[in-house]
């Protein structure tokens, strides 16, 4: 069983008795604009639901709600090598997995860094370096072999229009990636040519996003698993949608596929585009900051308040500001924090965990990191302002968890859920689910015994991958239709 902690994250607030008066009604003031209190959990959850569905429509909305071509649960038996690619932020990973045909698997893998100046560079360059570390994994792997027929998992994770299963034309890079050429185009040739000058003929089968591959990894070890999460650099979801629920597939499925309504879709949400249009997500002036500031404004709001890429900037704005207005840091020299996004989620994780009543951690890492003496009463108001940005992150991920809950009427079961906020941030998963039981009115004292959870997921990046591939494979085996395949 996953151990969720505490019924509730630890309140600190004991500890800011010798706090001065100033410093006190900045923290209030912060407290204010970072809270999202269990009325507003339940308007915002509401008004999700309602845009889950607009994306769904034919007219659409902010939410891409995007069409995967995965139309079938996995059966436990899937068998065979697959080879899965994964990129998604920070890392670049090659596998090769083994699927046992009886919910098993192996896997054997290399993950290589994603350089910085690739994620903004040209898309040769990223593409080629893609294909440079395939070609090292096989070689290593299988030294002296010409692989090419073997099912390639490409996971992609940005958001995608899928004309068919093997193929993703990218709506608009998130996650501060932005490289020209590419927005507008389908990734998979440029995959597909870019190992072919490698002399690795491998052609993608099935181009999954993260959330998808975490949904059918999950539901693959576990039946009970209905939506598959990512809490990480980025934040999103996937789950199976019914056909009679997606108006906008009308027209796109030939006449002689047999599909029932009730028949199931994936459907990779990018709800990260989430009140694009600014409806109802209470934003700070920081939130409008970033978002202004980023390669694309007006993008990607929900997940521009939750997701690790930017957790560690908001603190860092908030930061800036309250030593431009000289309520903390007098006198210092703060320009290493001048410098966006040179604070990560893992600055913040850190702030969080520090055990002692006096904070000497939090003073250390603004000493060794930065170069800035930080005093009692500033760390603990930097201590509650990274609760307060995490407890936000958590407790707004958990609105986008309850919409799709009430979406799919699902009244008992699990998510999956992965990502290194989910997996790393302290209290994270405690607060998501305290989140979860306000929006639902679940009494029961422990999370464990709430009717749904969210639990660790399956590696979906690799797995998932993995078994996308088996089941595209199959449908072609079997003649049934995994999209528009040519354009
Ligand atoms: C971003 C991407 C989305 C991905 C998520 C988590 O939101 O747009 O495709 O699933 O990050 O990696």
């Known amino acids: 069983m996953v151990n969720l902690g505490p019924r509730k994250p630890p309140s600190r607030k004991g500890s800011m008795a010798d706090v001065p ?73 090659v596998a090769e997995i083994t699927l046992d045909g009886n919910r098993g698997f192996d896997v054997t893998q290399s993950k290589y860094l994603m350089p910085k100046n690739l994620k903004v560079g040209s898309k040769d360059d990223l593409f080629d370096y893609i294909a440079d570390c395939v070609g090292k994994f096989l070689s290593s792997s299988h030294p002296g072999e010409t692989i090419k027929n073997i099912s390639l998992g490409f996971t992609f994770s940005y958001p995608c229009t899928q004309p068919a299963i093997n193929r993703g034309i990218l709506q608009t890079w ?93 459907i990779n949400c990018e709800w990260g585009a989430f009140d694009n249009e600014h409806k109802i997500l209470p934003r700070t002036e920081w939130d409008i900051s970033i978002d202004n500031e980023s390669p694309r404004p007006g993008q990607q709001c929900f997940e521009k308040m939750i997701s690790g890429y930017y957790l560690g900037e908001i603190l860092r704005k908030v930061l800036c500001d309250l030593y431009d207005e000289e309520t903390i840091f007098e006198g ?62 958590a407790r707004l991920s958990a609105c986008g968890v309850a919409a799709i809950i009430k979406q799919i009427d699902m009244q008992s079961g699990h998510c999956g859920a992965d990502g290194s906020v989910f997996n790393k941030y302290p209290h994270f998963k405690a607060r998501m689910a305290e989140a979860l039981s306000e929006i639902f009115e679940w009494s029961s004292k422990s999370y464990k015994s709430h009717p749904i959870t969210v639990i660790p997921a399956e590696d979906g990046s690799g797995v998932g991958a993995a078994l996308i591939a088996a089941l595209t494979v199959n449908r072609i085996e079997q003649g049934k239709y995994i999209g528009q395949r040519e354009v």
């Open 174 to 266: 998130t996650k501060g990636f932005d490289i020209d050429d590419v927005e507008g185009h389908d990734v998979a040739p440029m995959l597909e040519s870019a190992l072919r000058k490698k002399g690795l003929p491998i052609s993608v089968t099935a181009l999954i996003n993260d959330t998808t591959g975490t949904l059918v990894a999950s539901n693959y070890v576990d039946p009970q698993t209905k939506m598959g999460l990512i809490f990480g650099t980025g934040c999103n979801a996937a789950y199976y949608e019914r056909f009679c629920n997606i108006p906008k597939l009308e027209g796109l499925l030939p006449n002689d596929q047999n599909i029932s309504p009730n028949d199931y879709m994936a």
């Open 332 to 393: 210092r020299n703060i320009e290493s924090l001048r410098k966006p996004y040179s604070l990560d989620a893992s600055f913040l994780s850190q702030i969080e965990e520090d055990p002692w009543e006096n904070l000497t951690e939090v003073e250390s890492l603004f000493l060794n990191k930065l170069g800035i003496f930080v005093t009692e009463s500033e760390r603990k108001l930097i201590r509650r302002l990274a609760e307060l940005i995490g407890t936000r992150s």
């Open 21 to 93: 008066k100033d410093l006190l009604h900045t923290i209030s003031i912060l407290e204010k604009k970072f809270t999202v209190d269990k009325e507003m959990l339940k308007k915002i959850t509401d008004h999700f639901v309602e845009e889950l569905r607009k994306g769904l429509s034919k007219e659409g909305g902010s939410i891409p709600m995007n069409v995967t071509w995965v139309m079938d649960w996995p059966t436990g038996k899937e068998k065979g090598a697959y080879l899965a690619l994964d990129m998604g932020g920070t890392n670049f990973r």
